[in-house]
């Protein structure tokens, strides 16, 4: 069992900069691929990027590439989505997801792929 809390929302303008953080429970986070998704109101969960378990590979949805970085701190049972150039379409709750994955290197982008989800935390974009 993987418990995720995700931090790091909020309110920033267009053009700015947010650094989500996930810190995970459990003593095999190591051997998980961890993902960041979004949900905007009225639309359905997106994938926004993955790391695989060493964090030697690393995806990103078209509309995020260039801008955010996904990282991980396996000492620290910790992901990171660090999110530049903000954009008012970026506005969305933003979910941390694990799925016990190791040894892949592979992109997992399908949310029914993920096992243990966070609670969100919300970034609002404002133009």
């Known amino acids: 069992q993987v418990q995720l809390v995700e931090s790091g929302g909020g309110l920033v303008q267009a053009g700015g900069s947010l650094r989500l953080s996930c810190a995970a429970s459990?003593?095999?986070?190591?051997?998980?691929?961890m993902g960041w998704f979004r949900q905007a109101p009225g639309k359905e969960r997106e994938f926004v990027a993955t790391?695989?378990?060493?964090?030697?590979?690393?995806y990103y949805a078209d509309s995020v590439k260039g801008r955010f970085t996904i990282s991980r701190d396996n000492a620290k049972n910790t992901v990171y989505l660090q999110m530049n150039s903000l954009k008012p379409e970026d506005t969305a709750v933003y979910y941390c997801?694990?799925?016990?994955?190791?040894?892949?290197?592979?992109?997992?982008?399908?949310?029914?792929?993920?096992?243990?989800w966070g609670q969100g935390t919300q970034v609002t974009v404002s133009s």
């Open positions: 997801a694990a799925d016990p994955a190791p040894f892949t290197e592979r992109r997992i982008a399908s949310p029914r792929e993920y096992d243990y």
């Open positions: 459990g003593r095999t986070f190591s051997r998980y691929v």
């Open positions: 790391i695989t378990w060493r964090g030697g590979s690393t």
